[in-house]
């Protein structure tokens, strides 16, 4: 069975510097590798998703992910942070079948703090 | 495009009531699921629907719940009767069954209390 693992629940992170946000996940084959942002009352937005090729995905609002098939991780970061960055983050992950199965399991979410 | 659309917003509701909960879809997706989200248990998948047809209910906590996709533009989400422990954000998402590799896109979600 699939799952993944946000290692970290809350990440707090000065603007302007750097910030990386943890995923790790475990899945038979290849995997499809999502990444979603939940701010305060809203629903999960999408991101950037690595699907094949390129380690490096970039995605919305200046935020990438880097995928590494050697240590089972896809890692969020962006170069520099802003304060509307604060949010909670999803990684995600789901197994490439053929049977039309597009189910996708979830991490727990890390709550992302940006500090003025 | 309008995106997922989820009604109502909140709803507020004394135990025992019947809660009706609304989907419609991103127009030509084929695939849509109901989530559950708390703060005890995160989001939790309840059901999914590919082509109308349920795929996979195990995430269905109790009889108490049951989903129905009439048709491919409308998803409803019932709990009957309902109970203070079913309180929470339920979304909705739908995704294409060809050419985005599963990506969801979520609704606004639907914040319940049963009082």
């Known amino acids: 069975a699939q799952s993944v693992a946000q290692p970290e629940d809350q990440v707090n992170v000065a603007e302007g510097n750097p910030l990386t946000v943890k995923c790790t996940y475990s899945v038979s084959g290849n995997p499809y590798l999502f990444w979603y942002v939940q701010y305060p009352n809203r629903g999960l937005q999408f991101l950037l998703k690595?699907?094949?090729?390129?380690?490096l995905v970039k995605g919305s609002y200046g935020f990438e992910a880097e995928f590494n098939k050697s240590q089972t991780s896809f890692h969020l970061k962006k170069p520099s942070a802003l304060v509307s960055d604060s949010a909670l983050y999803f990684c995600?992950?789901?197994?490439?079948?053929?049977?039309?199965?597009?189910?996708?399991?979830f991490g727990k979410g890390t709550k992302l703090s940006v500090i003025p | 495009d309008a995106g997922v659309i989820q009604s109502p917003r909140h709803e507020v509701t004394e135990m025992g009531q019947e809660v009706t909960l609304r989907c419609k879809p991103i127009?030509?997706?084929?695939?849509l699921f109901w989530y559950r989200q708390t703060m005890m248990r995160g989001l939790e998948l309840l059901i999914y629907?590919?082509?109308?047809?349920?795929?996979?209910d195990s995430g269905m906590p109790e009889d108490r719940f049951s989903a129905k996709m009439p048709n491919a533009s409308f998803s409803t989400l019932k709990i009957q009767p309902s109970e203070p422990r079913d309180s929470a954000v339920y979304f909705c998402a739908s995704a294409a069954l060809a050419g985005s590799w599963g990506t969801q896109y979520f609704g606004p979600g639907t914040r319940l209390t049963v009082l």
């Open positions: 629907f590919n082509n109308n047809v349920p795929i996979d």
């Open positions: 995600a992950v789901r197994e490439p079948s053929g049977a039309g199965s597009y189910q996708l399991t």
């Open positions: 690595y699907i094949t090729g390129d380690n």
């Open positions: 127009s030509g997706h084929n695939s």
